[in-house]
């Protein structure tokens, strides 16, 4: 028996002498249960369809109501979800309600180990009383007060998920950090869209078609790559080009307008698409040809790469941050400097004009993914890294 495993039978029972061993009881803290395309809903999604039930029993804990609370349970039958409201962490008497609650659910399922996804549910989940693992996906280009609050909210480790979110946090936090990447699994089949694209936007079948997947916010750039298509129009007549996504916050809808407004002013109606929020953004990226990531801030790690790369598709991507990691320049993409709608549509426009190196890159990003970034493996690190703070 490993030291980390742990016993348990009800109390009126006396041990027999094989005893059940039992799973842990793992609690996952989620900020947010609405439903917008995201790294952090992503990764929740993946562990907790490849968590090993024999060695932990995961429950999910969101800190704000939404339509993802119906999802997961309709997903996970037997994956208890709750939700314990917490409101800004600034109002510090609705903070400290919630960490009351949190540890009455804590005890009443007997919670033993906490996994908190992100930075506002590590403030909660290392304030609950239990052994707790955070894991960041974020990267402040400078720090807040908020990221260095951490340095005095108890955990037992701090997990991230790539070399520059890790140097980013060092700048504030200063304790170690496992560095454990996030997977998809390849084995994932993927739905053809093509057909639908056509149908609902008169998209030919045989048109190239380049696609952008990302919140609509400032800072993943749809502006430059909605001028960089409208360089492209007139080299590339027959391409199309799709953004996928909606503005998750009330202050980005503007920003959601004007880019639908710079569309028309470049003339591009029939030519560029907002698809909005869609649940199936992998099987449109199958469909397309390219993927692009625009953001003119560096990434914290890129799973929409990740996701090109599992559809088999080469990715053009801002030279900064994540992409650096994920991208192998020449092989699986190509980088470009942020904010420059000139230098994406040159790059975009070389894999448009050469199709067999766009099937090598896409063939190529695809190995990389099963090599590197597979859903599984990543699962069973993190697992590891749960037993060990247990012990």
């Known amino acids: 028996m490993l030291p980390s495993e742990k016993l348990r039978w009800p109390a009126s029972d006396p041990p027999t002498t094989e ?54 349970s309709q997903a996970f ?10 409101g800004p962490t600034r109002q ?15 005890r009443r399922h007997e919670i033993e180990l906490i996994l908190s996804n992100e930075a506002k549910t590590h403030i909660f989940g290392g304030w609950a009383g239990r052994p707790e693992c955070w894991y960041s996906h974020s990267a402040s280009p400078r720090p807040t007060p908020i990221d260095r609050l951490m340095n005095f909210v108890p955990t037992r480790q701090a997990i991230t998920h790539g070399t520059y979110t890790a140097a980013q946090m060092s700048l504030y936090y200063h304790r170690p950090v496992e560095i454990i990447p996030i997977g998809l699994d390849p084995g994932r089949a993927l739905q053809d869209r093509r057909p639908e694209l056509t149908r609902d936007y008169s998209i ?18 749809q502006e430059y790559f909605i001028q960089a298509a409208a360089r492209l129009a007139t080299e590339f007549p027959t391409a199309r080009f799709l953004i996928v996504g909606e503005a998750p916050f009330e202050n980005c ?12 002013e470049l003339g591009l109606d029939e030519r560029l698409f907002f698809l909005g929020h869609r649940a199936d953004s992998i099987d449109l990226m199958a469909a397309s040809d390219i993927v692009v990531n625009a953001s003119t801030m560096p990434e914290p790690f890129g799973m929409v790469l990740l996701e090109a790369m599992l559809a088999g598709r080469p990715v053009v991507a801002t030279r900064a941050g994540g992409p650096l990691e994920i991208v192998v320049e020449g092989e699986t993409g190509l980088l470009v400097a942020a904010a ?22 896409g063939q190529a990003g695809r190995r990389r993914l099963e090599k590197h970034f597979d859903l599984a493996e990543s699962t069973r690190r993190l697992e590891s890294v749960l037993e060990g703070v247990l012990k």
């Open 19 to 72: 005893a059940t061993i039992q799973p842990h009881r793992l609690l996952i803290i989620a900020a947010t249960a609405r439903p917008y395309i995201g790294g952090t809903i992503s990764f929740l999604r993946g562990l907790l369809a490849t968590l090993d039930r024999s060695r932990f029993e995961p429950h999910l804990l969101f800190l704000e109501d939404g339509p993802l609370v119906a999802e997961f």
């Open 77 to 86: 039958p037997d994956l208890p979800v709750a939700v314990i409201p917490t």
């Open 92 to 106: 510090v008497w609705k903070t400290a309600r919630a960490i009351v609650a949190l540890r009455r659910y804590i």
């Open 204 to 221: 030919p079948l045989d048109a190239p078609l380049v696609t952008l997947v990302g919140l609509l916010m400032p800072w993943k750039g």
């Open 253 to 264: 809808r503007d920003y959601a307008a004007d880019l639908k407004r710079l569309s028309q």
């Open 340 to 361: 420059d709608p000139a230098a994406l549509a040159q790059a975009v426009g070389k894999l448009l004009a050469d199709p067999a190196r766009r099937r090598a890159m």
